[in-house]
């Protein structure tokens, strides 16, 4: 087997450790783009590994987030990450320590496009570490979701164009970001509050922030929309339903969604779009 057919094994492997629930979507890609948004999600979730280290000094998260945004800009070398990352072996997570392997899982012809949506993530995680996380009006609220999440809705609109030319609205596919991102802050909205982090701008209530991931999931469900791929579809329409219904279960009081519910909501939509 060549390197880049193991690391691919490798990466479909850490992909399922390291995300179950985005493992369900990605499984419905054809190869290509299989492995190409495997790579994408693994090298964003590198870096956020690191924005989310709980033992991490907020000035070694910055710095090392703008180390790497910087290497991600000029072709990451494999050597140089490594030095850089090594004295932190300790704390950081081998999807981190692994970074080039994701890249070089990623179609060399794409590669260009995921490197720099991840550079991009690196240095707002960066900036917003150094913030404290402080958000003060729903113009930061914007701000960290779309550097979070917003950007990755907008990489998968590139992917899909480059793949076979489906055509998708940039603002709408910021918009399906954000929402899977508010529901996530709003799902995590006591363990973040233990740890003194809260994402809600001033003068916000809870209510607030359901009707801000209400609005954005609003704007996913018109990109879906203009998607005729049936797979790419599939993708997209897995984490937006799920979504939806742990806004539902989180407006209720329940903490979040059983397995059970999860795989239900799986099944019906492959029903619905005829895809096995």
Known sequence: MSKVAN?????L???????????????????????????AYLCMRAI??????????????????????????????????????????????SVTMRLPDWVEVCPP??????????????????????KDWVIHTREDLDDYTYYVAGLVGVMLSDLWKWHDGTET?????????????????????????????????????????????????SQADQYVKSIKNKRILMFCKVPLALAHSTLKALKSGKEKMSRQEVEGIVEQLKEEEHLS
Do not use: C
Not at 7 to 11: F, I, P, R, V
């Open 169 to 217: 609205d940039t603002e709408l596919a910021i918009g399906f970001g954000r929402g899977l991102q508010a529901v996530n802050m709003l799902r995590n909205y006591d363990e973040d509050y233990e740890r003194g982090v809260t994402f809600v701008p001033d003068g916000w209530t809870r209510d607030d922030m359901f009707s801000y991931a209400r609005e954005n999931l």
């Open 109 to 130: 012809e794409i590669r260009g496009k995921v490197l720099e949506s991840t550079a991009i993530m690196a240095g707002g995680m960066a900036k917003w570490v150094e």
């Open 13 to 39: 492997a850490m992909l399922k450790q390291t995300s179950r629930t985005f493992f369900i979507p990605i499984s419905f890609l054809d190869p290509v783009l299989k492995k190409t948004v495997g790579s």
């Open 7 to 11: 690391l691919q094994k490798e990466s």
């Open 48 to 93: 956020d590994e690191i924005e989310d280290h709980p033992e991490l000094p907020a000035e070694v998260k910055a710095s090392l987030l703008r180390s790497i945004q910087h290497m991600l800009e000029t072709d990451i070398d494999e050597t140089e990450y490594a030095a850089l990352v090594a004295p932190y072996a300790d704390y950081l997570p």
